[in-house]
Nanobody, 127 residues
Framework: QVRLIESGGGLQQAGGSLRLSCAASGLTFASYEMGWFRQAPGKEREFVAA????????LYTDSMQGRVTISRNKASDTTYLQMNDLKPEDTAVYYC????????????????????WGQGTQVTVSS
């Protein structure tokens, strides 16, 4: 079964950096994307970034463009989210997810297209 485990969250001051990791196991997809999303209290889960596994293509949310970088290690089935210049409004639970994409459809920011999720890691940014 698919399992995703996030790590790397914590408390950081505004302007600081954090690197989140998501280790995947049980993957049997021919083609897929791994994405990072976040959910602040009282808000819906929102897209942050995604990476397409077979060609390393990436997609970012406009609101964090330039401050986040997604990458992956194919050998370990791990994806990373490097976040710089953190702001208090970045405070949220960050989740990684997988979208099975066997037909190589265009990458998406839609939460509903992702079928597998990790348990999340809390990121708190103090001002």
């Amino acid at each position: 079964q698919v399992r995703l485990i996030e790590s790397g969250g914590g408390l950081q001051q505004a302007g600081g950096s954090l690197r989140l990791s998501c280790a995947a196991s049980g993957l049997t997809f021919a083609s897929y994307e791994m994405g990072w999303f976040r959910q602040a209290p009282g808000k819906e889960r929102e897209f942050v970034a995604a990476i397409r596994w077979h060609d390393n293509a990436t997609l970012y949310t406009d609101s964090m463009q330039g401050r986040v970088t997604i990458s992956r290690n194919k050998a370990s089935d791990t994806t990373y989210l490097q976040m710089n210049d953190l702001k208090p409004e970045d405070t949220a639970v960050y989740y990684c997810g997988i979208r099975d994409n066997p037909l190589h459809m265009v990458m998406t920011r839609l939460t509903s297209r992702y079928g597998y999720w990790g348990q999340g890691t809390q990121v708190t940014v103090s001002s």
